[in-house]
């Protein structure tokens, strides 16, 4: 058990609709980052707050945004869903300095779009 | 110049074999060097990492191999055993910025 806890498990919905997943970082961790695991394109950095800060995005769509809570938890936001957007979703956090690198993972939500 | 290649895609060995898993990155930034193996329906699980002073590290089965100059790095799980079946992901990020992963290696162990 990495520390890192993400709800829900599973998401079922449709295209078009709107979903937010929920991220709560290791105790004492001040950075979230977010990826996406798909078949085809492997695991994908999205984006990464640092003590409520938005500190670097990657290839986030503009229909997903973010953010980070004063308690430290994480929201990602998912709208206009698409078919393609099917994938897992893993948050992960690190430490409380911003150059430590150790990265640990929660088990992920498995989003489905039908 | 972020982009970090993995090799092989899958990988089959015996019993107490040794599989090795490459990785080859371009960016000369890029400080620090992990593996993750992840179980399927499970998230990705730190398993070892190294960074670019140090040339080997071992942490029990598990040895890190690091080439600077070629810009490459290896994973060797000694003794193999079927419960290491998993799929591992080498990945790089530079001063704790976000992981880059490579496209992972699907290993079995067969008994």
């Known amino acids: 058990d990495s520390g890192v806890t993400q709800t829900p498990k599973h998401l079922i919905t449709a295209t078009g609709q709107r979903v937010t997943l929920r991220c709560s970082p290791r105790?004492?961790?001040?950075?979230v980052y977010w990826y996406q695991q798909s078949l085809d394109q492997g695991l994908q950095f999205l984006i990464q707050?640092?003590?409520?800060?938005?500190?670097a995005k990657g290839n986030i769509l503009e229909r997903f945004s973010a953010q980070q809570f004063p308690d430290l938890h994480s929201e990602l936001n998912l709208s206009s869903l698409e078919l393609g957007d099917s994938a897992l979703y893993f948050c992960?956090?690190?430490?409380?300095?911003?150059?430590?690198?150790?990265?640990?993972f929660g088990p992920g939500t498995r989003l489905t779009v039908l | 110049q972020q982009q970090v290649k993995q090799s092989p895609q899958s990988l089959i060995v015996q019993k107490g074999g040794i599989p090795i898993i490459n990785c080859a990155y371009e960016n000369t930034a890029f400080d620090y060097f992990p593996w993750y193996q992840q179980f399927p329906g499970k998230g990705p699980a730190l398993l070892i990492a190294i960074r670019p002073d140090v040339s080997e590290k071992k942490e029990g089965r598990f040895t890190i191999s690091f080439n600077k100059s070629a810009k490459q790095f290896s994973l060797h799980i000694m003794d193999s055993q079927p419960g290491d079946s998993a799929t591992y992901f080498c990945?790089?990020?530079?001063?704790?910025?976000?992981?880059?992963f490579g496209g992972g290696t699907r290993l079995m162990v067969k008994p």
């Open positions: 105790s004492g961790d001040l950075s």
């Open positions: 707050y640092y003590n409520g800060e938005e500190r």
């Open positions: 990945a790089a990020s530079n001063a704790g910025n976000m992981l880059t």
């Open positions: 992960a956090s690190s430490g409380g300095q911003l150059w430590e690198n150790e990265q640990f």
